[in-house]
């Protein structure tokens, strides 16, 4: 799942072979996409999503198998 964030950075989402997340981010000036950098999670399900909240932060979800994981940035402009 991807989502642009208000710097207009887009950052990409995936499930890995290990279970987990895993993230990369497109530059909004260069264009240029981050190397793939692990997020944990171990037990990720189908099913990620991202949104943006009005604060301008990007927050990501994914189902487990007991729990609900949840992902944020501590600001905008940051990594997840």
């Given at each position: 799942?991807?989502?642009?964030?208000?710097?207009?950075?887009?950052?990409?989402?995936?499930?890995?072979?290990e279970k987990?997340?895993?993230?990369?981010?497109?530059?909004?000036?260069?264009?240029?996409?981050?190397?793939?950098?692990?997020?944990?999670?171990?037990?990720?399900?189908?099913?990620?999503?991202?949104?943006v909240d009005?604060?301008?932060?990007?927050?990501?979800?994914?189902?487990?198998?007991?729990?609900?994981?949840?992902?944020?940035?501590?600001?905008?402009?940051?990594?997840v």
């Open positions: 799942v991807a989502v642009t964030a208000p710097d207009g950075r887009v950052h990409l989402f995936v499930r890995n072979a987990g997340l895993s993230t990369r981010v497109r530059d909004a000036v260069t264009g240029r996409w981050s190397g793939w950098r692990d997020m944990g999670g171990g037990e990720i399900q189908d099913g990620v999503s991202a949104v009005t604060a301008g932060r990007v927050h990501v979800y994914a189902a487990g198998h007991h729990a609900v994981h949840h992902w944020t940035q501590d600001a905008p402009d940051t990594d």
